[in-house]
């Protein structure tokens, strides 16, 4: 029996080795679809991952394939539109709002700060690396259990409405950033595949999103205010 898992509704067959894997990704197993392509990540995959590590953390190579094999996945999802981007997304009444900033800025840190003031309306897609899928009606954000050291995420998927770039201040501003400001921000952001075909694709996709996604600077502190003026403002 083959294991088919779904992905920014691209169903796929993976061959994996380790249980962590299956463990993470059991919420995306699927029935009854014919998988798009196959994937297995070999041991020079592995070998990859952990030389991408900091030099004195070592990980086991049953984690080492649930990364490789989400890296071989987003190589592939750019040929139907789905592409990986780091942020932290949540949908609320029916909207999917994405923050996104360097590792450490506080994008998980927002997130939460909008579950605590605006209650049961949040919920969280993912919150470290979801996929965007460009469809006929928009671009949708969609969960991965690619989901962060919080690991919060759902198996659900929501139409985009705004990108949030936050920057750590003591008083709260936000601010639409246009296309020249914000594709040096998305860029540092979206994954890059290796393969030059693939790279066109995403820096193709990364145009659309620019021209069809409201993006904003959000200048903030750690408070209920600053969940309530990014809303406020990308709701609009």
Not at 87 to 96: F, N, T, W
Not at 178 to 206: D, G
Request: aromatic letters at 12%; one cysteine or more.
């Amino acid at each position: 029996m083959r294991d088919i898992y779904e992905f920014g509704e691209i169903p796929v067959e993976i061959k994996n080795r380790g249980n962590y894997f299956k463990e993470i990704c059991a919420d995306y197993i699927v029935d009854g679809k014919e998988p798009l392509f196959s994937i297995a990540a070999t041991d020079e995959d592995l070998a990859f991952e952990q030389a991408k590590a900091e030099e004195d953390v070592k990980f086991g190579k049953s984690y080492l394939e649930y990364i490789a094999l989400y890296r071989l996945f987003c190589e592939r999802a750019v040929d139907y539109q789905v592409y990986l981007c780091h942020g932290s997304v949540l949908e609320m009444d029916g909207d999917a709002y994405m923050f996104t900033a360097a590792s450490g800025t506080g994008k998980s840190t927002h997130a939460r700060l909008w579950r605590e003031t605006f209650g049961e309306r949040v919920t969280m897609i993912n919150d470290d690396k979801p996929l965007l899928r460009m469809k006929d009606d928009g671009i949708y954000a969609y969960g991965t259990p690619w989901d962060g050291k919080h690991h919060l995420s759902s198996n659900r998927h929501a139409k985009l409405k705004g990108i949030c770039f936050l920057v750590q201040a003591k008083e709260n501003r936000i601010r639409r950033v246009r296309a020249e400001e914000s594709l040096p921000l998305i860029m540092n952001q979206i994954y890059r595949p290796r393969k030059v075909e693939a790279l066109v694709k995403t820096m193709q996709f990364v145009d659309q999103l620019i021209e069809k996604i409201p993006m904003y600077i959000l200048e903030c502190n750690i408070s209920e205010e600053a969940a309530k003026l990014s809303y406020e403002t990308m709701s609009k």
